[in-house]
């Protein structure tokens, strides 16, 4: 393969100088030999299509870092970080949308989404859960991570008998952190001498609960603050009161669901 300077190889690339330099200083694509006395870059033939290469995935908005983990894996792990990063900005897109249709509906009450407001009874359950005080942006890694812990733990009392619930003791906002609690119910009997801190069992009365449903793309925060406002809006109308903690119900799959599949519930006890 023949050498280039690097305007040949920015003409045959398309690349300007400062996306070469940047390219050049983050290990994307280094320079095949600078020149120790005038610094000029020199770039080789065969460097074209990876430099081709990395102009399609900044086409996609592929952070750098992302583009470096690429082309450091193996040509059959590739397309599966290519899918991996896709999906993820497909789910967040679908976040974008849903947060936008909801910010719309605040201007234009004839495009709110609609969100139906269900009604059920639950049975007195016990759980094992976990509490912390989170800012809005911890409350993902804390449900994730905790929910592992505590099912994990639930084999122990007869395994879990329901889904993750996600109950705030607190609000929390972007003005304030606020406490929630983690609960994994579960099937056995169980007594807080049985559990060991940061866990702690809650057993909650039997009662009906309000709720409606959401897709994954609609539980991100801020968008998720709808499903709430519904819920309390058709308990004020039903001339209902609110007797316990507003929780959300993740009764699928996080991993396996795409943006637009339903995975929550947001539930609110309450009496006649």
Known sequence: MSELTAGEFRHRTRLSTKMLRLYADTGLLIPARV????????YDESQIPLARLIVLLRGLKMPLADIGRLLE????????????YWERVESEHATMRALANYVISQFDPERTPTMSVHTRTVNQTTYLTEKKTVRPEQIPSFIEESGHRLFTLASQFGGPAGALT??????????SSGEIQNAVPVAGAISESEVTAPVSVLTEPAG??????????????????????????????QGFTPSGRPREVYFADWSAIGPDDPSCDIAVPFTR
Not at 208 to 237: C, F, N
Request: proline share 5%; aromatic share 14%.
């Open 35 to 42: 020149d120790p006395l005038n610094q000029y870059r020199y």
């Open 73 to 84: 894996a193996h040509d059959n792990q590739r397309p599966s970080i290519v899918d991996a």
């Open 166 to 175: 996600t109950i705030y003791n607190q609000e929390v906002n972007d003005e």
């Open 208 to 237: 009906e609960h309000a709720y409606t449903r959401i897709s994954k793309a609609q539980v991100k925060y801020p968008q998720i603050l709808q499903a709430y406002d519904e819920v309390y809006a058709w308990l004020e109308k």
